[in-house]
């Protein structure tokens, strides 16, 4: 046999790569399912869907080589397997067992994808632990089982198709009739071979159902059909596992030949249960044992449907399969622009439009109004594309609060309210540290030991509660907890203690904000979990870097409210046009204080540069067009409109000729084309097709240095 | 058009290369077809700050930010008018688009190596170094030029110096 030993060169990585991301949403599915148990253990979906996990990330491991990874989730998926019928009980212990082994799984792939350090002795003893409640469990499945089983037919017959009475060697005929697609899916029949082969002695005839002129022949697609005779030990379920991934059950015909008559049986192709007859006429001698090992491949091919059907077991892979597709970032950004560009045609189409009698042309206004709907509806729907739930984010806390409690001897309740409120994909990894920061706090700081608690009137078991909006334009996350809440009295010390300026006087909502100073940490002593005074200033800084806003109000006794407000999406910008000479800017909204028209007598000038005098602050004037070198119509501060900006706590008032309007504007590139220009943070594209700068404050400050 | 670039020159004497020829002024160039994407009317550009005079602006070319650089101002040939006959070559260069005002197409044009001469040293406006060499086609001249070594130079000042 040699179809083993070539084409293995062929690149898998490009397969690879989907391999591993669908390894990490098994894993991700299965841990979110086991941290969510009940602690009477799971249900029969709960079960079914933590096998099939198990299930997927053995079998796509095997199919693409990855051996080693293989090892744990098959001794894993013996385990739930033995669970799922009854062998062997639910105890809360293997919860964290099997979390293990998750983790295990996650370093070996982890391992593989990014070439990570893997431990060997760890992988060794998460698969002697589940081995050993194997064998524990073992002891009772025989008594067990038996009496567990509803049918007692299916069920005898099972039992003798897992565990042969002896172990003679079957001969069965396999006729595999892939679908057309199965090159294109990936799948490398020499490897199945290969299993098959492992199994028994294998021969393997390829034939050609139906004849295609060869011209038209495309290599693509699989018009093959293989017929195999395998001598093997192994079950009929055994050797329907290898072909698990590849073939449908009805592409699959398995057929137990008995020795003497496998001539007579050759012949015939009309299915198993005519072979079975056919045999029991031809043998009548073999009836006794023989006879029923027909009959168990048959029903043990039955209860394999039946596990096909089984709520959730195999049926998955068909179902869902189409409910997504994955598609590069790159792409959808594409889309988003060429979209914008539409808009814009729509608009200038509009315009052109508005100018011709709307009694004349009346078709036209009506084929204009519907086209300005359509791209407004296209639009939305492109924009959504990026859109992604924040479930995302939210899953990964249940388990980070549950191994969090168990370490800090804390009774934790996490809630998560508005999971399916979606926000931009780029958001939704920034915002995740962060978040993962405020849990932590709260964990840490917030909530109270039981005892705590219980003295203060409380449910022992304190609450954390995530909770996302949309409100407006912006996706509000609050990260509620029911605990202390903030003590002011000692973060005013703490202030006064690390030099921050900090006053008896203060409002609370001034006292909150000093926590978000760097290195303010009100802890009494350094944890591991938090505690070390990086985390509220790291936070504000990654919320204020996704143009975010974090508040918190907090009442003693009662908790604490960590409020995050974020824009809708990063490629959005909220700003105004101003109007200086024959040009348009854009000024970001977020740094806009005010505009002004100034009185001559608050311009003051200080070594011949203006300065404007406002509430008792000399701020400094930027002419925009001396520091661009342009033409304007407005050069006397005196007579413009001044627009007063603040960036991190630096003030300036920028002259301009006019306030236009205010936008929302989709940010694009300059340096894509062309270079970094000083002063700006990129361009956009207006209404009439035209190119606007979008000014960044904060280089303007510094060009005027 | 990779026709041109692929096909031996029936006389042996190399590959013939198929340009875009241009007119600045009173001089004829051209530039290597390959690397034009488009040609488009002049449109009002959006100046950009502190650029170089020859650095017209950006444009948008269907969501995408082009700055779009004079050749006339740069070369110093011709008179820099805008009208509705000023045409702007989008050219494909080192994985960038950028457009060039001329002031007019004229025609694309196959040469042979041996139609192609080293230009003379002139210490002219511009740089032999950009000029592959002055091709010769019915008695007229042509300057060829390698756009992808003057769009990336610093004195052009349209990309980034990694230095």
């Not at chain 1, 089982?145 to 172990?167: A, F, M, Q």
């Not at chain 1, 030949?257 to 009548?284: K, L, M, Y």
């Not at chain 1, 984010?393 to 804390?410: D, H, I, Q, T």
């Not at chain 1, 000399?618 to 001044?642: H, Q, R, T, W």
Request: charged share 25%.
């Amino acid at each position: 046999m040699t179809h083993s030993d070539k084409n293995n060169n062929i690149d898998l990585n490009q397969f690879n790569q989907v391999f591993f991301e669908e390894c990490a949403e098994h894993l991700a599915e299965m841990e979110q399912i086991l941290v969510s148990l009940p602690d009477e253990g799971p249900d029969e979906e709960q079960l079914n869907a933590i096998f099939r996990a198990a299930h997927s990330i053995k079998g796509g491991a095997g199919i693409f080589g990855f051996q080693d990874m293989t090892v744990v989730t098959h001794v894993l998926e013996s385990l739930l397997d033995r669970m799922r019928n009854h062998e062997i009980p639910f105890s809360t212990a293997m919860v964290d067992l099997f979390l293990e082994a998750g983790d295990v799984i996650s370093m070996q792939l982890a391992g593989h994808r990014d070439g990570t350090f893997v431990r060997q002795e760890a992988i060794d003893l998460v698969r002697a632990k589940l081995q050993q409640v194997i064998d524990a469990g073992s002891v009772i499945t025989t008594a067990e089982s038996v009496s567990d089983e509803s049918e007692p037919v299916v069920g005898e017959t099972l039992k003798t198709d897992s565990t042969p009475p002896d172990k003679r060697c079957q001969f069965y005929e396999l006729e595999f009739t892939p679908d057309p697609d199965i090159f294109r899916r990936g799948v490398r029949l020499e490897n199945l071979f290969a299993e098959l082969e492992d199994l028994g002695d294998l021969t393997v005839t390829a034939g050609l159902p139906v004849t295609t002129d060869f011209m038209e022949l495309d290599p693509e697609i699989c018009v093959c059909r293989w017929n195999m005779t395998l001598v093997t030990t192994a079950s009929e379920a055994d050797i329907r596992d290898i072909f698990e991934f590849v073939a449908d059950v009805d592409q699959l015909q398995v057929r137990q030949v008995i020795e003497d008559n496998r001539e007579n049986s050759c012949s015939d192709i009309s299915g198993s249960t005519a072979t079975v007859t056919e045999q029991q006429n031809h043998d009548p001698v073999a009836t006794g044992e023989s006879c029923a090992d027909p009959a168990g491949a048959a029903t043990g091919r039955r209860a394999y449907d039946k596990n096909e059907l089984a709520p959730g077991a195999y049926g998955r892979r068909t179902s869902e399969a189409e409910s997504s597709i994955r598609v590069g970032v790159t792409k959808v950004d594409q889309l988003i622009n060429q979209v914008g560009e539409l808009v814009i045609t729509q608009l200038m189409l509009a315009q052109t439009a508005s100018v011709l009698d709307p009694v004349l042309h009346e078709s036209l206004h009506r084929s204009l109004l519907q086209l300005e709907r359509n791209t407004r509806d296209l639009q939305q729907s492109v924009m959504s594309i990026r859109l992604v739930p924040i479930s995302i984010v939210f899953s990964r806390f249940p388990r980070m609060v549950r191994e969090l409690a168990a370490k800090l001897g804390k009774q934790v309740e996490l809630k998560t309210i508005g999971d399916t409120t979606e926000l931009d994909k780029g958001l939704i990894e920034k915002i995740t540290d962060p978040l993962t920061h405020l849990v932590r706090n709260c964990m840490d700081h917030a909530l109270e030991i039981p005892e705590m608690r219980i003295a203060a009137g409380k449910d022992p078991a304190g609450t954390i509660t995530l909770r996302a909006s949309q409100i407006g334009g912006r996706i509000v996350i609050d990260v509620i907890d029911d605990g202390a809440g903030l003590n002011r009295a000692k973060i005013l010390s703490k202030a006064v203690e690390r030099g921050i300026p900090a006053s008896d006087s203060m409002s609370d909502e001034e006292v909150w904000q000093l926590i978000f100073a760097p290195g303010f940490s009100t802890a009494e002593a350094v944890t591991d979990i938090s505690g070390r005074g990086v985390g509220m200033d790291v936070v504000l800084r990654n919320v204020q870097a996704m143009s975010g806003r974090v508040n918190i109000s907090s009442e003693p006794g009662k908790g604490t409210r960590v409020t995050i407000s974020l824009p809708l999406t990063l490629a959005i910008l909220d700003g105004l046009s101003v109007a200086v000479g024959a040009e348009k800017f854009i000024i970001p909204l977020n740094s806009i204080v005010e505009s002004l028209q100034p009185s001559p007598e608050s311009l003051k000038t200080v070594n011949g540069r203006s300065v404007v005098h406002v509430r008792g602050e000399y701020i400094p004037v930027i002419a925009l067009y001396e520091l661009f070198n342009m033409d304007a119509l407005v050069k006397d501060p005196g007579s413009g409109i001044l627009i007063l900006i603040e960036v991190e706590g630096e003030k300036a008032a920028i002259l301009v000729d006019a306030l236009l309007d205010e936008h929302q504007v989709v940010i694009k590139s300059i340096e894509t084309n062309y270079r970094k220009v000083e002063g700006t943070a990129g361009a956009t594209i207006l209404g009439d097709g035209r190119v606007a700068l979008i000014l960044d404050v904060n280089s303007l400050l510094r060009m005027r240095k | 058009m990779q026709t041109g670039q692929e096909h031996t020159d029936r006389n042996g004497t190399g590959i013939a290369s198929e340009y875009l020829t241009f007119t600045l002024g009173s001089e004829e160039y051209g530039i290597d077809i390959l690397k034009v994407q488009e040609i488009r009317g002049y449109d009002t550009v959006t100046h950009i700050a502190n650029a170089p005079e020859f650095i017209k602006g950006v444009i948008n070319l269907r969501g995408v930010i082009v700055p779009i650089v004079d050749m006339r101002i740069k070369f110093k040939v011709g008179v820099p008018t805008y009208n509705e006959f000023t045409v702007v070559i989008i050219m494909n260069v080192l994985g960038r688009v950028i457009g060039m005002v001329v002031d007019g197409v004229s025609d694309v044009v196959a040469l042979s190596g041996d139609q192609i001469k080293p230009a003379p040293e002139m210490g002219a406006a511009l740089d032999t170094d950009y000029i592959t060499g002055l091709g010769t086609l019915n008695d007229q001249m042509l300057i060829l030029v390698d756009i992808e070594k003057l769009m990336s130079s610093e004195e052009m000042q349209v990309m980034e110096q990694v230095n």
